[in-house]
């Protein structure tokens, strides 16, 4: 997407101008279960990406790459680790994740972890694009998270570059109604940006939409509308190129109400420039600590200058958490959380360690 780097004199003029300490919020996508499975046996060997399983749910077979496994116990009560779900990733007999060791804790700090994954217990299935769809797995600096994908035709015709905006935000969209009974219009836009292999082409798109989305319009085209009420939604869009190929694409849609608002935070460092960003943010640990490992996040506020907006300026950021150490402050805990943009996730592959750095709630 190009940038329109030009100030205008009137957004010169609000800049210079003190700005407005509005508060700052944080919103995260929620646990939603999609599908459910048993470990059918106990994984044997040193290590292993496929599981056994038994009574599936009927979803697991829509289960896509990049998802979030959950495992427990088969009493949901003590957690095993999060693991990512791998291409090709289900069957009725069998869930493909991550290459793990018995003992892998996946991005669960392994001293948080009381047992490894063994026969009966509960796999959910989360509907979560976190850090684990972003940062692969490796090892001494090779990434073999999905050694077995087939490469295909890709070198030859790969398929396009879908992008999606999101009422003139980048992907993902996060707001706030002042009704519990209100609903957002949304306007999501694909745009295709095509390799020279497929010049002359022509594109398709169909577009999935929550169940709870009114007057959807679009479906099959580039631009998709709709009213949505509060919620926490995920949108997919699957473009078809007709040489490229097949290309699925998805945003995140938060919508807040007075019955469901966001988290308070405090922004207390901000390091975040043209190409990537990190901001640490410190809240009360009952404020944050529900917050699941690597969930994708959203910091932002209604920032202005002045008093007044300035369009251009940044308003917040979807990233990442990446950790968040507690401390006791007499009377409360809190934590100072970091949070990778998802360009800054991608250039720290190398640097940042094997597991998440967290405490439990």
């Known amino acids: 997407m190009p940038r329109n780097v030009a100030l205008t004199a009137t957004e010169q003029s609000r800049l210079a101008s003190r700005q407005h ?36 749910s009927a979803n697991l077979l829509t289960t896509r790459d990049g998802m979030a496994a959950k495992i427990t116990d088969n ?23 991550e290459e793990i060791a018995p003992a892998d804790p996946g991005f669960l700090a392994s001293s948080f972890r009381t047992g490894a994954i063994g026969a009966t217990d509960l796999i959910t299935i989360i509907e979560r694009y976190d850090l684990y769809a972003v940062k692969p797995h490796t090892v001494s600096g090779v990434i073999n998270q999905d050694w077995d994908i087939l490469v295909g035709t890709h070198n030859v015709t790969p398929e396009p570059i879908l992008n999606i905006v999101v009422n003139g935000r980048w992907r993902d969209y996060v707001t706030m109604l002042d009704n519990d009974t209100d609903k957002a219009a949304i306007s999501a836009i694909a745009s295709v940006i095509k390799w020279p292999t497929s010049a002359g082409s022509t594109v398709t798109y169909a577009w999935t939409v929550p169940a709870a989305f009114t007057s959807v319009a679009g479906a099959g085209t ?7 009420p509060p919620g926490d939604y995920i949108v997919y869009c699957q473009m078809v190129d007709s040489i490229g190929g097949t290309f699925n694409g998805s945003c995140w849609i938060r919508i807040h109400s007075p019955s469901d608002p966001p988290l308070k935070v405090n922004v207390t460092s901000d390091t975040s420039d043209m190409n990537n960003g990190k901001i640490t943010v410190r809240a009360v640990k009952s404020v944050i ?73």
């Open 289 to 361: 600590s529900a917050i699941p490992p690597g969930a994708k996040v959203a910091v932002w506020g209604p920032m202005t200058w002045g008093g007044l907006d300035v369009a251009s300026a940044r308003h917040g950021m979807v990233g990442y958490l990446y950790q968040q150490p507690f401390s006791h402050v007499p009377g409360f805990y809190e934590t100072s959380a970091d949070i990778y943009s998802m360009v800054g996730a991608a250039l720290a592959l190398c640097q940042l360690p094997a597991n998440l750095q967290l405490h439990p709630p």
């Open 222 to 228: 580039a631009t998709l509308t709709a009213n949505a």
């Open 75 to 97: 009493f949901g009560t003590t957690l095993r680790g999060y693991y990512r779900v791998r291409p090709s990733a289900a069957a009725s007999t069998y869930l493909n994740i």
């Open 21 to 56: 300490l509005a508060p700052y919020y944080l919103s995260y996508h929620k646990d939603t279960s999609i599908a459910t499975a048993t470990v059918a046996n106990t994984p044997q060997g040193y290590s292993y990406a496929k599981l056994d399983v038994s009574g599936t």
